[in-house]
């Protein structure tokens, strides 16, 4: 089949050649979950032990055969078992919005409390409550708002994503990986990487849309998902979660733009408005207008785009600036840039004396244009040193608060970060970074043993001893992007 046909469900979207006869390095397929599955039940046991309904299997099956179908009646799908199922999927210690109420307290009274909000979302009479904005810190030092919800309306929001997850998992196209079921961080980090050293790519586009989040136009969010969503009630839901609100300092304010980061809902709505705006016009773009091979891959709003031609490049970026800017979206001046990158970049720079490649970086990992042990190139990834240091920080300041504990207590606790750190960063060619993160985790626990006593006796050959009994070793856990991406998704298999 031609490249063209089967472009519209590609992992990392990927436009080959006209008339190439070769496979190209990163053919379409079908996403991870769907071969196979189509004729099995999605189904689950609920608190109760009795199965849930097979109805959201059908509203599947209905979306992926009728791509243009609105869905008229979805709010029977919201079920006393599927608030319990959203209820018991939330975290136990997270903190209360509003309200002030917490999942123990709301756990206590469950059934009763469940009955009742029931009744309220299928009445009409659930009222969505402002969320509690609160700040985080972020690597560069800047302040991430961050929303709140009351407990209710993050078990009411959940159970709405689930519905219309199986609506919109047919539509979203490939190359879109930000916060989807079955899709993580790393299977865009391999999509990516797989696209780079298998595709002719000699150009990337790094794309940063700048306040994504607070610049969504909420009119415009509404009319997308009645494309497809025709039950009023449930657009009647999103409303009430658009138009609740923020409360910051006991004051209350109210936005026609932007989505409440941090609420359940969130992702989902920024995934339904960037497919419409960003997601379906690239596809077109590139099958329609490039010349040559095009990647794809985009992670909620942290987009990435690799071109054969810079002539191609640029003229996305044009038309991209455009047509973000028709959607109240703009492309951050700063963030976005095109850099040339790729297995001919190091030579064609050093024929012009413009030294090394750039790297860009995508998901917290940067990416550099590196060479193997032969001299053949080799996509390089290693993690972001401002991330590295942000985490650094906070280790020690929880050091610092658990300074007199017990070291088997403090060994506990840095043994279950650096793991986790590690779960994440472990990647092929970042091995150096993990040594320095454990290094310097080491370096920061001793310091702080150092300061529990004024005769002290932590000597770097007792600190190496401690380490060695608490910290993992840094190794690599996780498998070259191409043997993991081809095991996710085998595109050579019939019917593939």
């Not at 959940?158 to 989807?180: C, H, K, P, Q």
């Not at 891959?297 to 973000?324: P, T």
């Amino acid at each position: 089949m031609h490249g063209r046909e089967k472009s519209d469900s590609a992992i990392v979207a990927t436009k080959p050649a006209n008339k190439a006869w070769k496979r190209a390095a990163e053919w379409v397929e079908p996403r991870a979950g769907t071969k196979g599955n189509t004729g099995q039940p999605h189904t689950r046991r609920a608190q109760n032990r009795a199965s849930v309904s097979q109805g959201l299997e059908r509203v599947r099956q209905a979306a992926k055969q009728r791509k243009k179908e609105r869905f008229t009646a979805l709010m029977h799908h919201i079920t006393i078992d599927r608030l319990r199922d959203s209820f018991f999927a939330l975290k136990r210690n997270a903190a209360p919005g509003v309200d002030g109420v917490t999942w123990r307290y709301y756990e206590a009274g469950l059934e009763e409390h469940l009955q009742r909000l029931h009744a309220q979302v299928q009445s009409g009479a659930y009222r969505a409550l402002p969320v509690r904005r609160q700040y985080i810190p972020k690597p560069d030092g800047k302040q991430r708002p961050l929303g709140i919800a009351a407990l209710e309306d993050k078990i009411v929001q959940r159970a709405v994503v689930d519905v219309l997850n199986g609506i919109y998992e047919t539509d979203f196209l490939g190359f879109s990986y930000g916060f989807r079921p079955g899709r993580s961080q790393h299977d865009a980090l391999d999509a990516l990487a797989t696209a780079i050293t298998s595709t002719p790519v000699n150009w990337i586009l790094d794309a940063d849309i700048r306040s994504f989040f607070d610049s969504v136009s909420q009119d415009w969010l509404i009319r997308f998902m009645e494309h497809r969503i025709g039950d009023p009630r449930i657009i009647r839901l999103v409303r009430k979660w658009l138009k609740a609100g923020v409360l910051e300092d006991g004051e209350w304010s109210v936005s026609e733009e932007g989505t409440p980061q941090g609420a359940v809902i969130s992702p989902l709505l920024a995934n339904v408005y960037l497919h419409y705006v960003f997601d379906l016009w690239a596809n077109r773009w590139r099958r329609r207008e490039a010349k040559g091979n095009v990647i794809i891959s985009r992670y909620a709003d942290d987009v990435v785009v690799g071109f054969e031609h810079e002539a191609d490049a640029r003229h996305f970026w044009d038309a991209m600036r455009l047509r973000l800017e028709e959607f109240s979206l703009v492309l951050h001046p700063d963030k976005t840039r095109l850099l040339e990158f790729g297995r001919n970049a190091a030579g064609r720079r050093k024929r012009h004396g413009l030294g090394r490649p750039e790297t860009f970086s995508f998901l917290g990992l940067v990416y550099i244009c590196g060479k193997s042990r032969r001299g053949a190139f080799q996509l390089q990834r290693k993690t972001r040193g401002d991330r590295m240091q942000a985490k650094l920080r906070q280790i020690k300041e929880e050091l610092r608060r658990r300074m007199h504990e017990p070291i088997p207590i403090q060994g506990h606790w840095l043994r279950q970060v650096v793991r986790g750190y590690f779960a994440y960063h472990a990647v092929p060619t970042n091995s150096r970074a993990l040594v320095a993160f454990r290094y310097h985790v080491t370096n920061l626990w001793r310091r702080s043993l150092r300061r529990r006593s004024q005769k002290d006796a932590m000597t770097w050959a007792r600190m190496t001893r401690l380490a060695d009994d608490w910290l993992p070793r840094p190794r690599i856990l996780h498998p070259w992007p191409s043997d993991r991406f081809a095991v996710k998704h085998p595109r050579w298999e019939p019917g593939a």
